[in-house]
């Protein structure tokens, strides 16, 4: 309960309120509202979210994706997906 029951009030009501803490009050729910949307709009993304094709993973900024793209599971999976190619290229090579 915000208020403590006062003498001359009836039990289910609270004592009236003053201008300016209906004022605080509305201003504390514009706060929580821009934070839920500015919240919101981060799990949103801006759309620069920058896909890794090999790996099929998303990346979350230029700077993430620089970090993925020289690890050592990207660097497998692209040795791989290029030996498959070649492996395939040879192949179509040697029987046409």
């Not at 706060?31 to 801006?46: I, Y």
């Amino acid at each position: 309960m915000k208020y403590p029951k006062s003498p001359g009030c009836p039990d289910n009501s609270l004592p009236p309120r003053t201008q300016e803490e209906d004022e605080d009050e509305e201003g504390e729910d514009r706060e929580l509202v821009a934070g839920r949307r500015a919240k919101r709009d981060r799990r949103q993304g801006n759309g620069s979210a920058t896909p890794c094709q090999v790996c099929n993973i998303q990346l979350n900024s230029w700077a993430q994706a620089q970090i993925h793209y020289r690890g050592k599971t990207h660097q497998r999976r692209l040795r791989r997906l290029s030996k498959a190619a070649n492996t395939g290229a040879t192949r179509l090579a040697a029987s046409g």
